[in-house]
C-alpha cells in the first residue's frame, strides 16, 4: 500500500449550502448566494492546493456544476461525488485511510479565507502520538477544522450533523473516546449579514498589507454591491 500520508477533505451538500443562504435571505436571492458561495469554495481551493505534500479532495453533491471550473485548480485537487450514505464523513474517512493516507483533517467551506497556520498545526499535532484528535470551533459554536489519525466513529458521526451548538457535540464525542486531543483557537464562519461585514474588512486589510486575499469572493462583494452592505 502506497502511504499517502497528508489529505484534506472539504464537504460541499446540499443541506450545508442551504442552511448558511438562510442567514442571508433577506438580502441576496439564492443564486446570488450560489454564486458567492462557489467563489468562497475556488478562493479555499486554490489556496489549498499550495500547500506541499497534502492530498486537496473535495467532496460534493455538485459534480457537475464544480466540475466547470474545479480543472484549473491543477492534479494537486480532486473532485468527488459526496457519498449517497447517511454517515458521510465516516464513508469518506474509511476510503481514504484505505487509499493509505494517514493523517485526514475535515475542513468546512463557510470562509473563503483559508486557515493556513492552523492546517499546518493540526498535521503537525497529529504526528505527535499513535491516536491524536485535533478539533478547532468557530465563534458561534460550530467546528471548522478536525484531524483525525484512526477511525473514530462517534466523532465522525457528529460531524456530519447540522444542529446548533455542533462543536460541543463534537466534544462530548471525543470526551467517550479517551485519545489525546488538541483544540485550537476559534475563528469566525461567515453565516450571517454581520459576517458578511467583517470578512470584507478583513479582506480589504489584507489587500492593504499586501497579503494573499480571496480574489473570487471580492469580485462577488463588487457584483452584488449595497444588497451586503450592513
Not at 36 to 49: E, G, M, R
Not at 190 to 208: G, H, K, M, N, Q
Request: with cysteine.
Amino acid at each position: 500500500m502506497i502511504q499517502r500520508d497528508k489529505a484534506i477533505v472539504l464537504l460541499d451538500d446540499a443541506t450545508e449550502v442551504e442552511s448558511l443562504a438562510e442567514g442571508l435571505s433577506a438580502r441576496i436571492s439564492l443564486d446570488e448566494f450560489q454564486a458567492l458561495y462557489t467563489s468562497f469554495l475556488i478562493d479555499l481551493l486554490s489556496q489549498l492546493v499550495n500547500l506541499s505534500s497534502t492530498s486537496i479532495f473535495l467532496f460534493t453533491e455538485y459534480y457537475l456544476e464544480r466540475n466547470r471550473w474545479f480543472k484549473s485548480l491543477g492534479s494537486r485537487a480532486e473532485l468527488r461525488l459526496l457519498p449517497t450514505e447517511e454517515e458521510v464523513s465516516l464513508h469518506i474517512a474509511e476510503s481514504l485511510f484505505a487509499e493509505g493516507y494517514r493523517r485526514l483533517l475535515f475542513l468546512t467551506c463557510r470562509n473563503p479565507i483559508a486557515p493556513m497556520q492552523e492546517i499546518q498545526t493540526t498535521f503537525h499535532l497529529l504526528q505527535l502520538e499513535d491516536d491524536v484528535i485535533v478539533v478547532g470551533p468557530t465563534e458561534d459554536r460550530d467546528w471548522y477544522i478536525a484531524g483525525i489519525k484512526s477511525l473514530h466513529i462517534p466523532l465522525l458521526k457528529e460531524l456530519d450533523l447540522h444542529s446548533r451548538d455542533r462543536y460541543d457535540q463534537v466534544l462530548k464525542a471525543i470526551c467517550n473516546l479517551d485519545v489525546l486531543t488538541f483544540a485550537l483557537q476559534p475563528r469566525y464562519d461567515v453565516v450571517s449579514a454581520p459576517d458578511i461585514e467583517r470578512l470584507r474588512r478583513e479582506i480589504e486589510t489584507r489587500i492593504i498589507e499586501s497579503q494573499p486575499y480571496p480574489q473570487k469572493t471580492r469580485d462577488q462583494f463588487f457584483q452584488l454591491g449595497k444588497k451586503l452592505s450592513p
